[in-house]
């Protein structure tokens, strides 16, 4: 058992991808891997992984916690594990060929709507549209940058009803 509230930030780093058993005021218990602890507050985020890939996620506040448990050091996945439950899901990564057959699409489309556009950045590969928003590979909604709100939301409207489809293939 340890005296969490006396620990520093650091000391609370050796309990991260490892399960512990929580005991906190009113001696209630919470088991689970802990997946982060709160360097302000001590809060301790606890994940248990239930059967059918279902998760729970519990956070025990650091002000109610009285001991912390080490209980298991874990198994060479649960970093991998832990990690992958709270990044965003894996991204289709595209051939060059595919990148260029993308960019030319949406370059036509904007063109055929008579919106200016260039290619710039490294290698021509990020489109310019308008001189004030740019569109980085791989060329999707999520992708457009522009500090002009109003023409951001213009352009991503434009790009979502193209019926050329710059996604083909997809």
Not at 20 to 43: I, L
Not at 50 to 55: C, L, T
Request: charged share 25%; glycine share 4%; hydrophobic share 35%.
């Amino acid at each position: 058992m340890t005296e969490w509230k006396a620990k520093q930030p650091l000391e609370w780093d050796k309990f991260l991808n490892k399960e512990v058993k929580v005991t906190a005021d009113e001696k209630n218990t919470y088991q689970g891997w802990v997946f982060t602890v709160d360097p302000v507050t001590g809060s301790i985020v606890l994940v248990n992984f239930i059967d059918a890939g279902k998760v729970s996620v519990v956070t025990v506040m650091g002000h109610a916690i009285q001991a912390v448990e080490l209980i298991n050091e874990g198994e060479s996945n649960i970093t991998e594990k832990l990690s992958a439950l709270f990044m965003p899901a894996a991204t289709r990564t595209y051939s060059n060929e595919e990148l260029e057959q993308r960019k030319s699409r949406l370059k036509s489309w904007l063109e055929k709507n008579r919106i200016p556009v260039s290619e710039q950045g490294d290698q021509n590969k990020m489109l310019c549209v308008a001189g004030v928003l740019t569109v980085s590979p791989p060329y999707n909604l999520e992708d457009c940058n522009s500090s002009n709100e109003i023409i951001l939301s213009r352009v991503q409207s434009l790009i979502s009803c193209n019926p050329e489809s710059i996604h083909k293939n997809e």
